[in-house]
């Protein structure tokens, strides 16, 4: 089986300057400075094959984004490998940016001032893709989104489940071989929600990309994802199936005691939120 995302010891350590209390410390600081190192991601070795989806799972913190954003170039990792398509992902190089695309839950990649079809436009300017190519694609992904009304609409004006799906629709664009989605429902209605979903799995079912998807919503892993990737506090301490995941934790609990998937992952999430 060949592996579109390859990672072995991936570790991500942030520093940050830790600032004394009043003036005059503050000008010592200029010359003595103390620093606090957090270890965000730590030796995550990982291989994920193509077209499947992976439900990244972990409490704030645990490091989802960060691996996110080391496998997308956004972030360099301080040791460790990690390969994506064949891309070392810390180059950026052209060839590899137009075979991915990561959308962040909570911030815009669209210009908030236009319509989401002037912004799809200078999209696919700079994908160098083809107009017409282009705004078909956008009709048939807002079709299938059932948002085609809000097109032309200034984005500031749309809803929050309508600028997601827009955002959707701009990540998917250029058709990306690989897509990271970090808390694409966030904040989201039911029926946004659903809508998202039900477009997700219509679409790998068409196009097969691989993608990482991110949530606390534990129906979107529930019902998108083919393999569970568990990590906390940077570690990945779990990578298979959900339904192994699920008998695996009902064999370590008592004989009279079942639970399902999401029950698991409320108290995986409750005790890393204590630890933390």
Not at 12 to 37: A, C, D, M, W
Not at 63 to 82: E, F, M
Not at 160 to 175: N, V
Request: charged share 25%; aromatic share 8%.
């Amino acid at each position: 089986m060949s592996f579109v995302i390859e990672t072995k010891d991936l570790t991500r350590v942030y520093q940050t300057y830790q600032k004394p209390e009043g003036i005059l410390n503050s000008l010592k600081g200029f010359f003595h400075r103390k620093y606090n190192y957090k270890i965000a991601l730590d030796k995550a070795t990982l291989k994920i094959g193509s077209g499947q989806i992976i439900g990244l799972v972990g409490a704030n913190g645990a490091g989802k984004t960060t691996l996110l954003k080391i496998l997308s170039g956004l972030v360099t990792p301080s040791s460790g490998t990690a390969s994506v398509l064949g891309f070392k992902p810390s180059e950026r190089k052209n060839e590899f940016l137009r075979q991915i695309s990561i959308l962040l839950g909570q911030k815009n990649q669209l210009w908030w001032d236009i319509s989401p079809m002037d912004s799809f436009a200078l999209l696919a300017r700079i994908y160098d893709l083809n107009p017409d190519a282009a705004r078909k694609r956008v009709h048939d992904l807002a079709e299938m989104l059932k948002c085609s009304h809000v097109l032309q609409t200034q984005l500031r004006r749309l809803s929050l489940g309508e600028r997601m799906k827009m955002e959707i629709i701009g990540a998917l664009l250029h058709e990306p071989k690989i897509l990271f989605l970090d808390e694409p429902t966030i904040g989201l209605d039911i029926v946004a929600q659903e809508t998202i979903r039900e477009f997700l799995a219509q679409y790998v079912k068409e196009k097969s990309p691989t993608i990482i998807l991110t949530s606390h919503y534990m129906d979107d892993i529930a019902k998108l994802a083919d393999t569970l990737l568990l990590i906390s506090k940077g570690h990945i301490v779990y990578q298979g199936t959900l339904k192994e995941f699920v008998a695996k934790a009902n064999t370590e609990m008592a004989e009279n005691e079942e639970v399902n998937f999401e029950e698991v992952i409320r108290r995986f999430l409750e005790t890393e939120s204590r630890l933390c």
